[in-house]
C-alpha cells in the first residue's frame, strides 16, 4: 500500500503552487472526477500510461490508484515537479517523471508498449499535441484526452455541419472518437471561461482510408482553407481533376466525407 498522501490543497499551497496564465494551468483537483476520468480510460493494468501536464498530480494520483502499470508524467512546471517528486516516492516505481515541454517530448519514446495517454490538457497546445500523437496514432492503444468543449465538438462532427473540419479528418480518418462526458468549469482551480470535454480516441487498426499524411494534410487545408467557397475553386491551385473522381465540383468542403477526403489525397499523390 502506498504512504498516506496528504490532501491535494494542502501540496498545493506548501509548494505555492499557484496557477500560471502562461502555462495554461488550470488543476483538477475533485477526486471524485479524477478517478472518473482513469476509469473512462479502461483497465490500465497492463499499460503505460502518458500524463501531460499534471499539475500538483490530481489526476495522476487517480491513475496511479486505479492500478495503471506505469505513469510517465511531462511536466514543464519546475515547481510542479518538485510536489510530484512525493507523489513518486509513495509509489516506488511507478511514477516516472519528465520535466520539459511536452510538444518537444516524443511520447514513444518516453513510455514502452503497451501505451496509451490520460490527461487534461493545457488549452493551449491541446491542438498541436494531438496532431503530433496522431502522425504515430498506431503506437498507441488509447488516448483519453480532456479538451475545451468547442474542439471536443470538432473531433468528431460528421460531414455538414459549422464543427466539421481538417481536425475531424484527420482524427477520424486514424481513430474511432467518442465524446465522454462533460466537465464544468467549477471543478478547476482557478475555474476557466469554457466547459470541458473528455473524449476517447482509439487508434484504428488500419485507417478509414488509403492516404498518406502529406496529402491528406494538403487537401483538407485547401479545401476547409477556404471552406464557404466550392470545390472548384478552393481546390483549384492542387489541379484535381473532380469529374474524374467522381466529386460534385460544386460541394463545399463541410458536405465531403472521410473517404472522399481521402479519395482526393491520392489523387494528389499521384500529382506529386
Known amino acids: 500500500m502506498p504512504t498516506p498522501l496528504p490532501p491535494l490543497r494542502e501540496v498545493i499551497a506548501r509548494h505555492r503552487l499557484s496557477a500560471r496564465r502562461s502555462l495554461g494551468q488550470h488543476f483538477l483537483l475533485d477526486s471524485n472526477l479524477t478517478a472518473r476520468i482513469a476509469r473512462a480510460a479502461g483497465d490500465l493494468g497492463d499499460r503505460n500510461v502518458i500524463e501531460v501536464g499534471p499539475g500538483p498530480g490530481g489526476l495522476t494520483r487517480a491513475l496511479l490508484e486505479t492500478g495503471a502499470r506505469r505513469v510517465f508524467a511531462i511536466e514543464r512546471d519546475g515547481r510542479c515537479v518538485t510536489a510530484l517528486e512525493e507523489l513518486a516516492a509513495a509509489y516506488p516505481g511507478r511514477l516516472h517523471l519528465t520535466e520539459g515541454d511536452a510538444l518537444e517530448t516524443d511520447a514513444v519514446a518516453l513510455a514502452p508498449a503497451p501505451r496509451c495517454i490520460v490527461a487534461n490538457l493545457p488549452y493551449n497546445i491541446a491542438v498541436p499535441l494531438l496532431v503530433r500523437w496522431l502522425r504515430r496514432a498506431d503506437e498507441f492503444e488509447a488516448l483519453t484526452l480532456m479538451f475545451q468543449k468547442e474542439v471536443a465538438r470538432r473531433l468528431t462532427a460528421a460531414p455538414g ?66 471552406r464557404r467557397k466550392m470545390l472548384r475553386s478552393s481546390l483549384k491551385p492542387l489541379g484535381l481533376d473532380l469529374e474524374a473522381l467522381s466529386i460534385d465540383a460544386t460541394a463545399r468542403a463541410e458536405e465531403l466525407d472521410v473517404e472522399t477526403f481521402c479519395l482526393l489525397a491520392r489523387a494528389h499523390a499521384g500529382r506529386r
Open 161 to 226: 455541419g459549422k464543427d466539421y473540419g481538417r481536425l475531424s479528418v484527420l482524427v477520424q480518418w486514424l481513430c474511432e472518437t467518442r465524446l465522454l462526458f462533460n466537465v464544468d468549469q467549477r471543478a478547476f482551480t482557478p475555474p476557466p471561461k469554457v466547459t470541458s470535454t473528455v473524449v476517447s480516441l482509439i487508434p484504428r487498426k488500419k485507417p478509414l482510408a488509403a492516404a498518406d499524411w502529406e496529402s491528406l494534410e494538403a487537401v483538407t487545408a485547401a479545401a476547409f482553407g477556404q
